[in-house]
T-cell receptor
Framework: AQSVTQLDSQVPVFEEAPVELRCNYS??????LFWYVQYPNQGLQLLLK??????LVKGINGFEAEFNKSQTSFHLRKPSVHISDTAEYFC???????????FGRGTSLIVHP | GAGVSQSPRYKVTKRGQDVALRCDPI?????LYWYRQALGQGPEFLTY????????KSGLPNDRFSAERPEGSISTLTIQRTEQRDSAMYRC??????????FGEGSRLTVL
């Protein structure tokens, strides 16, 4: 079975600074990888996904992530954050053919003015 | 509607009562998922349907939990004889392609 590790439970950062949220997964087979964002009192929404092809994936709101197979990582990055990016971010992985994503425990991004 | 709709949004019940949580997926989405999310944790898989068929129920914690999707659209998650440890946010999601899920706003269950 696959598992997902989000190494940081909370990441504080100042507005306009760059940020990286880390995600590692464990699986010995091909995977699909996702990042979801959850704003307060809302459901999760998809930020970006990796299914195949280019390992650098661009998503909404200026976020991007890079799939690194050798390091089994899928870290999320943004070059300049805004106050409005304050939210909970979840990494998820599904094994090819399973279509049942397993989620990490989440990273709380806190952007300070 | 345009998105996944869940009801009730909030449910407070006494220990031992049965509860039913409803999910109305995005029209045309074949797959429907139920997850449970405890405070400070990520969503935890409960069960999953393709059309009306329950494909995987390995995440249901015990036999007090059941789910159905009789006509391949609306789904109901039922918890019998609720216990305090069942308190959580229950999230429904639907999907049309390769695990990209669209989530509802969730049903927050509190068992007193």
């Amino acid at each position: 079975a696959q598992s997902v590790t989000q190494l940081d439970s909370q990441v504080p950062v100042f507005e306009e600074a760059p940020v990286e949220l880390r995600c590692n997964y464990s699986s010995s087979v091909s995977v699909y990888l996702f990042w979801y964002v959850q704003y307060p009192n809302q459901g999760l929404q998809l930020l970006l996904k990796y299914l195949s092809g280019s390992t650098l994936v661009k998503g909404i709101n200026g976020f991007e992530a890079e799939f690194n197979k050798s390091q089994t990582s899928f870290h999320l990055r943004k070059p300049s954050v805004h106050i409005s990016d304050t939210a909970e971010y979840f990494c998820a992985v599904s094994v090819g053919g399973s279509y049942i994503p397993t989620f990490g425990r989440g990273t709380s991004l806190i952007v300070h003015p | 509607g345009a998105g996944v709709s869940q009801s009730p949004r909030y449910k407070v019940t006494k220990r031992g009562q049965d509860v039913a949580l409803r999910c109305d997926p995005i029209s045309g989405h074949v797959s429907l998922y139920w997850y449970r999310q405890a405070l400070g944790q990520g969503p935890e898989f409960l069960t999953y349907f393709n059309y009306e068929a329950q494909q995987d129920k390995s995440g249901l914690p015990n036999d007090r939990f059941s789910a159905e999707r009789p006509e391949g659209s609306i789904s109901t998650l039922t918890i019998q004889r609720t216990e305090q440890r069942d308190s959580a946010m229950y999230r429904c999601a639907s999907s049309s392609t390769r695990g990209e899920l669209f989530f509802g706003e969730g049903s927050r269950l509190t068992v007193l």
